[in-house]
């Protein structure tokens, strides 16, 4: 492994802790149901919300993480 590979390993490792810090914090969301992934800064968010605006403020608030090179909003809004 290259050593700008074990750089972006190490970058992705702390773009996924602070994602998952802002948004486990945010007072305005639930995502007790959503996984993350990283990879070379492009976010990937799974899983389910319990409404569109939770999705769209999902992403907003991934966008917001220094070193996040895009996000790939795959969330679904849960229907009850």
Avoid: C, Y
């Avoid at 290259?2 to 972006?8: G, T, V």
């Avoid at 802790?17 to 007790?32: A, F, I, K, Q």
């Avoid at 319990?50 to 849960?78: C, I, M």
């Amino acid at each position: 492994m290259s050593a700008r590979n074990e750089f972006e390993l190490g970058a992705d490792e702390r773009i996924w802790e602070e994602v998952h810090d802002r948004l486990m914090g945010h007072p305005d969301l639930d995502v007790t149901e959503v996984e993350i992934e990283v990879e070379e800064g492009h976010v990937t968010l799974t899983g389910r919300v319990d409404s569109r605006e939770s999705k769209w403020l999902a992403e907003e608030v991934t966008r917001t993480v220094q070193g996040v090179q895009d996000v790939h909003n795959r969330l679904k809004v849960a229907r009850w």
